[in-house]
T-cell receptor, first 112, second 111 residues
């Protein structure tokens, strides 16, 4: 069975640009969450989507947005990129909105 | 505010020995805890979870202990192997959708 898949695996962007990251959850999972992991730290919660609706949002600016599609895949968008947005962006899927989360391999975003 | 912390940032263990990784949490309302293992360049891998109505749960070579009185969580790995070398995170939540992670413990297994 395929796990959580994220694309792309690596990305380099320039300050001020916009980026879209993609995530496909485990088959049958209806919830997708996004986390940001800065080097040397634990992941920080950004969003959770369940049944295509935003269920929770972490302490991130409005430059960060996300959505979930009818097939439960998800996109994370970040506008007006800053150097500090450089991080590993992780997607996690779970069966429901309240169950254990399984992570993808992440997208490594570098902003220069 | 909520925070999850680990007692030690690094742990060195001899191959074949048992490992104990500790975690202290501050939110007494947390009711669900998960241990993750993260290898270099990969996403966190689910190891084991425990709910607050339990104090012990066992998996394959791993045991999680929860002490709600002192808000302490530990992960025990039996017969540590080289493949166990990784960063280990504990995560907690009180509503099962937002996980709060600590900074992690780096485990190095000596041959």
């Amino acid at each position: 069975d395929a796990g959580v898949t994220q694309s792309p695996t690596h990305l380099i962007k320039t300050r001020g640009q916009q980026v879209t990251l993609r995530c496909s959850p485990i088959s049958g999972h209806k919830s997708v969450s996004w986390y940001q992991q800065v080097l040397g730290q634990g992941p920080q919660f950004i969003f959770q989507y369940y049944e295509k609706e935003e269920r929770g949002r972490g302490n991130f600016p409005d430059r960060f947005s996300a959505r979930q599609f009818p097939n439960y895949s998800s996109e994370l968008n970040v506008n007006a990129l800053l150097l500090g947005d450089s991080a590993l962006y992780l997607c996690a899927s779970s069966l429901g909105s309240e169950s254990k989360a399984f992570f993808g391999q992440g997208t490594r975003l570098t902003v220069v | 505010g909520e925070s999850v912390g680990l007692h030690l940032p690094t742990l060195s263990v001899q191959e074949g020995d048992n490992s104990i990784i500790n975690c202290a949490y501050s939110n007494s309302a947390s009711d669900y805890f998960i241990w993750y293992k993260q290898e270099s360049g990969k996403g966190p891998q689910f190891i084991i979870d425990i709910r607050s109505n339990m104090d012990k749960r066992q998996g394959q070579r791993v045991t999680v202990l929860l002490n709600k009185t002192v808000k302490h969580l530990s992960l025990q790995i039996a017969a540590t192997q080289p493949g166990d070398s990784a960063v280990y995170f504990c995560a907690e939540t009180k509503n099962d959708y937002k996980l709060s992670f600590g900074a992690g413990t780096t485990v190095t297994v000596r041959a």
